[in-house]
Structures are given as C-alpha cells and as structure tokens.
C-alpha cells in the first residue's frame, strides 16, 4: 500500500509555464521533504516542512515554492519553469527529524521542461 | 559542510561472489549514515542505519570514524540484490537533513 503518493508521475511543461507537483501521506507523519534529482546525480533537497514550519535550503532557487495545507500533503510550484529544471522530483516524510528518523519516499514525478 | 562521496558509479560482481560498495563522508559534527536502496521500478526506501547495527538481507555496514567510511557489505551477492545503493548522512544535532551520495548502481551477474 502505497504511503507517500505523488501526482503525477510524470510531467511534461513548457518553458515558463507553471508547473505545480503534488504529494500526499497517509502516514501522519510531522516532516515532509522535496528533492530534486537530475541524471546521474544524488537526490538534493530544496526544502522541507516540520509540521508548518518551512525550512528552504540556501541554494535553492527562488522559483521553487512549496506549500503544505495540512499534515497530509504538501505541494512543490515551480514558478517559471526552465529547460535545467528537467528531473525526478521527489517527496519523502518522515515521522521526526533526529536519530534514527527513517525517510519514505514516494514513486517521484519525473518532470520534463520543454 | 556535509559531503558524502560514493566513488563507483557502477558495479558489476557475480552471483555468490562478496559485494563492497563505498561510502565516505565528510562532516566535523555526530553524524548518523543510512543506506537507501532502489530496485527497478521501486521507490527510494532505507536498506540500514548504523545506530541499528542490524545485517539486513545479508549486508552489514560499520561506521568508521577513524576513516570517516560507512562501506556497505555482502559476503555472497545474489541475482536480487541488483539496485542503485545511495549513502546518506543526517546531522543528528543540527538541521537533521539528509544529504545523499551519488549512487552506485550494483549488477549482480548470473
């Protein structure tokens, strides 16, 4: 049963236009995570929420926006779109931040700029 | 800042032969290093911990600090173990974010 669910899986967008991935849980749990994976690279995080409490990484492009409504989902906009933001998207959660704290993922939406 | 290096991007061993696949960290605070596994088709999912010290599916891996390694370990691989094996670290006492290595994509051969 899948536990972490994102929609789509995957997403063709043009250049520029808005593009908005969604992921949902049905694990309750307090900490959700965007990363970005391009080919052949490590999965980097952009942002993550614990519980409402946004935390964005330093490097993460202005463009990339993220909301979560309530504990269940949480969504990642790109704002405009460019032709280097082709890549898996992928969502994960976690129970609590700390030791121990294992990440489940979801399937990943695999977006294509064009 | 945090950096965990996984130095092969492909491994190819055959079916009963030992597996090592590495992992070496870079980080000054208490790190806690993970092995996540993905076989085809699957999703990203955690294969072991180091605080667990638990062998699961037959690998084992050990945190050495002295070496800054988390080098993942099969004594006889199987055809199912085939997967891309990412290292990860988490720092347990600040951001608590995991950072992930590159990946290392293991073909068990027949």
């Known amino acids: ?21 969604s992921c949902s849980q049905t694990l309750n749990h307090n900490v959700m995570y965007w990363y970005q994976q391009k080919s052949s690279q490590a999965p980097k995080l ?12 330093a490097d993460t492009p202005d463009n990339f926006q993220s909301r979560r409504p309530n504990t269940s989902f949480c969504f990642l906009d790109i704002r405009s779109p460019g032709l280097g933001d082709t890549a898996m998207y992928l969502c994960a959660t976690s129970r609590y931040r700390g ?16 | 800042a945090q950096r965990v290096t996984q130095p092969e991007k492909l491994l190819s061993v055959f079916k009963g032969a030992p597996v090592e696949l590495k992992c070496n960290y870079s980080y000054s605070g208490s790190p806690e290093l993970f092995w996540y596994v993905q076989y085809s088709r ?33 004594p006889f691989a199987q ?25 290392t994509r293991l073909t068990i051969n027949p």
């Open chain 1, 46 to 57: 952009l942002f993550h929420y614990y519980d409402k409490d946004f935390n964005n990484e």
């Open chain 2, 79 to 103: 055809e199912e173990d085939s997967a891309m094996y990412y290292c990860a670290l988490s720092d347990i006492q600040g951001a608590q974010k995991l950072v992930f290595g590159q990946g």
């Open chain 1, 1 to 21: 049963d899948a536990m972490v669910i994102q929609n789509p899986r995957y997403q063709v967008t043009q250049f520029g236009k808005p593009v908005t991935l």
């Open chain 1, 99 to 114: 030791e121990g704290a294992e990440a489940f993922f979801g399937q990943g939406t695999r977006l294509t700029v064009v």
């Open chain 2, 42 to 74: 699957q999703r990203l999912q955690l294969l072991l911990r180091h605080i667990s010290r638990e062998s699961i599916k037959g690998f084992t891996a050990d945190l050495n600090k002295g070496e800054t390694s988390f080098h993942l370990k099969k």
